[in-house]
């Protein structure tokens, strides 16, 4: 069971109380019309899956209940880092 | 190799057993290959096998960075079943479940295939509509499956709690007798012998570091740590570690890589005669010949490769197992542990060419692809033979991702396999 920090509540808190929430920085494209079928394929469904640093959401589902990001190395399952939504990639 | 029969059985007994040869010898790498696999888990031995057995090919190395049989292999709840609801599933499984019928005498090794059937039960009216739609969907296509009543299912499985009160009432059960299980080490040791045998090099504790390709971008060979290995064919057979293979052939894939947690409990006469799943509650389970019942969780939530996962997560699994068997409540769970399961946006696998020529792939397999050992190992041999798929696997495109020609088991089925 991982403890996660919360960028809002700013706590460390058990996992059960927190929603994965999938690879983080796939910007929903602006103008989806204009995307091809190998755009909606890469925005769907490729994920970078890195055996390392990874660039995650989680949801504090059962606190504050926001979404945040985080930076977990995925051998080690340690967490490097989490930071609000909106902020730049770490 | 020597040949398993009661006569070398007993011929070796009067030797006090001190005089069987090993199963397969160590092989070192050579400078080339025919072809090599990548992974040494039941699907990549599986098609190294093939391809020497059916398809002529046997100057075949299988590398694995471990050793063989460690990965998803070892480490699985060892369900096989065929029942799945899409045409293109129904046959794929199909086809490894009745290569699973005439396996052990055709590797002369007993992988201990035991049909004691898979029973899945449905607790709610969805359950029972998408059941009785897979029953008529597989009888279409030739596949055993039929609907029992509580009553019949508590008959065909006696520990099942089927009172009206529970909190999960049972309504009824899919059945499908052709179902069970097999003995997971032993389909890796059977293959490895079996391909050993063929000729097949089978080179454990060598890592694949990269894919080398030429000029003209198709597949020349493999980097390892014991050195580069030339080969016009690459097979990638690598389950929860493919993206990280495919990266280094620069080709990015729609899978994403989860833990997933099974536990034993201490053994026990047999009480359990075959396997039960529910869906609904989230639960599998089954006895094995040692007598440990053989309990499935779900998945972890985030994307790992630490090959272990989180406690809340048993916990439960077993609060619906004791919740559907009662007589579990007061059973000691004796071992729990995890594999890195490589999960598809569809939940089907993916098997067959990549963009890059001569560099082949089997994976997405997730959470169910021990059934399918024998079919994927084929199937995979034959497509790298004759650098096309099988019809079989036709269907099973990496570019169904781009077309949106999806194979969607994940909205049919929903839970472990
Ligand atoms: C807990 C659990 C329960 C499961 N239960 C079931 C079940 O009941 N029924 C079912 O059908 N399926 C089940 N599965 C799924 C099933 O185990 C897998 O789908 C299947 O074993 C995949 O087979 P494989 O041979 O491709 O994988 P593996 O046995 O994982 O083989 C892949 C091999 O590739 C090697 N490898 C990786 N990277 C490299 C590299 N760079 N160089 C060299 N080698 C490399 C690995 O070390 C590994 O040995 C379960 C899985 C788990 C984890
Ligand atoms: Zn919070």
Not at chain 2, 174 to 184: D, E, N, V
Not at chain 2, 253 to 271: H, R
Not at chain 2, 292 to 310: C, F, K, M, N, P
């Amino acid at each position: 069971m991982f403890l996660i920090h919360c960028p809002y509540c700013d706590e460390k808190r058990p996992e059960n109380e927190f929603a994965y929430a999938g690879e983080a920085h796939i910007a929903r494209p602006a103008d989806p019309s204009a995307l091809d079928d190998k755009d909606w394929e890469s925005y769907l469904y490729i994920r970078a899956n890195p055996r390392g640093r990874h660039h995650e959401r989680w949801r504090h589902i059962h606190g504050c209940g926001r979404f945040f990001n985080a930076v977990r190395d995925t051998v080690s399952d340690k967490f490097e880092s989490t930071y609000k939504a909106g902020e730049p990639r770490k | 190799m020597m040949r398993y029969s009661a006569f070398s059985l007993f011929a070796q007994a009067l030797k006090k057993h001190q005089d069987w040869p090993e199963f397969w010898p160590d092989a070192a790498p050579k400078p080339a290959y025919d072809a090599i696999i990548v992974g040494a888990g039941g699907h990549g031995l599986g098609a190294a096998y093939y391809l020497a057995k059916k398809y002529g090919i046997r100057n075949v190395a299988v590398i694995e960075k471990g050793w063989l049989g460690g990965g998803n292999t070892g480490r699985n709840t060892t369900i096989i079943r065929s029942n799945y609801l899409y045409d293109e599933s129904a046959h794929l499984y199909d086809h490894a479940v009745k290569l699973w019928d005439g396996l052990s005498q055709d590797l002369n090794f007993n992988v201990m295939y035991s049909k004691r059937g898979v029973m899945m039960l449905a607790h709610n009216v969805h359950d029972i509509q998408s059941f009785k739609r897979h029953i008529h969907a597989n009888r279409l296509n030739g596949v055993d499956n039929e609907w029992l009543t509580p009553e019949q299912a508590k008959a065909y499985c006696p520990p099942l709690n089927i009172s009206p009160d529970a909190r999960y009432p049972v309504l009824g059960a899919a059945l499908q007798r052709r179902g069970g299980t097999a003995r997971h080490d032993s389909v890796a040791w059977g293959y490895a012998r079996a391909a050993s045998g063929l000729g097949v090099d089978i080179i454990q504790n060598c890592a694949v570091t990269g894919i080398r390709r030429g000029s003209d971008g198709a597949v020349q060979g493999v980097e390892t740590t014991r050195g580069y290995i030339a080969a016009k064919k690459v097979g990638v057979s690598a389950a929860g570690n493919t993206s990280v293979i495919m990266d280094m052939a620069g080709l990015r894939f729609p899978l994403e890589s989860y833990p997933l947690q099974a536990l034993v409990s201490e053994p026990v006469k047999p009480v359990f005669p075959c396997v039960v799943m529910s869906n609904t509650v989230h639960a599998y389970m089954s006895q094995s010949d040692k007598g440990e019942l053989v309990i499935g969780a779900g998945t972890d939530q985030y994307v790992s490769y630490s090959q272990r996962g989180a406690l809340h997560i048993i916990e439960h699994t077993l609060a619906a197992i004791t919740e559907i068997f009662p007589f579990t409540a007061r059973m000691r769970m004796l071992r729990s542990w995890g594999g890195i399961v490589d999960v598809t946006p569809d939940r089907s696998p993916i098997l067959g060419k990549t963009p890059v020529p001569g560099l082949y792939v089997n994976c997405g397999w997730g959470t169910g692809g021990f059934k399918a050992t024998p079919g994927a190992g084929d199937l995979l041999a034959y497509t790298m033979a004759h650098d096309a798929p099988h019809r079989i696997n036709a269907p099973f495109t990496l570019e169904r991702f781009r077309t949106g020609r999806l194979i969607d088991e994940a909205a049919a089925a929903a839970v472990a396999h």
